[in-house]
């Protein structure tokens, strides 16, 4: 079958893998002209790296991989940790360690993976046509290219998904903005083996290890959307928000070097919808369920939407647009939870008004490592990748 996917992200890209794995004759084309992913990093935990490691790339993965092995959230003002635990219990149930990655290096795989001459980049897709046989897809540039199944993985802003929601479905303010970056790992922020957070005035601070020596640094600001930023401020906005924390904060802003790495990116999602495909046509990753980046999940839950869709076109023959529709029965929900509890951990953290977010510090206190494990075990135990029960007690 010809395939075509709009998107080389981890969710296009992933899912070229898959499916030219089965045997089909898979395209990708995406707009940008050169690969360069917004975000520094990201943690890929157990459901997501186990989809990689069905697409044969566990060894790649694990190098690319830092060795997070406890975690810890801290005072901010005051530098008091108010817990920390192993995170080893995620790896003894779910059967596979979570990996931070830096976003470049996983993009990177996968496209190669994929195989580079087979993506076509600087395209952008405008326009999409099935005439119930095959669906023409017209790029800016006037080209047009024809498939049985297209793929719209592009994205938070998808024009796929207009396509085949028929319109209408817009993106939510989460209320804060995140700063990003990778720097040299340094213990005067955090263990180097430990996913430290600093908390405070519903603002967090938190770096993750990931491969050659690094941390991944996430940093959010409870902000109004749409405020003026300019990339020659650097990382002013962070110096009036944190200047007044603890050392280790100030230890992470000293290593920043905005010249090397740094992203200022708003965060929106979008509130779960249920329709996702249309004849042979059908989005995939953030265009079908864009996430708030809090529980870290949004390029985990694409690696799922791979999985099962790759599954469902390897072993489904009633025709394209039935298999499709299988894809969406199967996913929609999973997506949904996670989009939701994404949000729900959002507002805890971001203190956007109430008591919750000091009810949060206090549990915090008291934390002996079970509830929070708890909640990331349990974002992992519903996915498809566990095939209904690969999660031990
Ligand atoms: C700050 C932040 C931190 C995050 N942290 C994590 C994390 O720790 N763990 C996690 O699992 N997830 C995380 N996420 C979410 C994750 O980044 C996304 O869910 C994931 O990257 C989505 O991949 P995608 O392939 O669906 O979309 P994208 O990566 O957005 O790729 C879409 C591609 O489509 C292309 N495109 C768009 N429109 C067109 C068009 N018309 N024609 C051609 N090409 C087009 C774009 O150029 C782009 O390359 C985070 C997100 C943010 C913002």
Redesign the pocket.
Known sequence: MRIII???????ASAGIALARLGHEVTI????RENK???AA????SN?VKVLNWLGLSEQVAELGGLMDTMSYVDGLTGETMCAFSLAPVTERTGQRPYPVARADLQMLLMETFGLDKIHLN????GIEDDGEEVTVTFANGETATCDLLIG???????TRDYVTGGGIERKYSGYT?F?GLVAADPRVGPLDRWTTYVGEGKRAAVMPVAGDRFYF?VDVPQPDGLPYDKSEGIAPLREAFGHWTGGVQALLDSIDPAVSFNR?E?WDIDPFHTWVKGRVAI????AHN?A?DI???????LEDTFVLSIMLGSNTISIEDTLKRYEHSRTDRAADLVLKARKRGEETHDYGGDLTESWYASLRKESGENVLRGIIGNIVDSPINLGGAVLD
């Open positions: 709009i998107g080389a992200g981890i969710g296009g084309y995406d707009r940008m992913p917004v975000g990201l943690s890929l935990w997501g395209m952008k897709m405008v993985a592009d994205g938070a802003n998808s024009i995140n990003n996430f990116v965060i995939l990753g953030d265009a996430t980046p870290g999940q949004g390029a985990c839950s694409a």
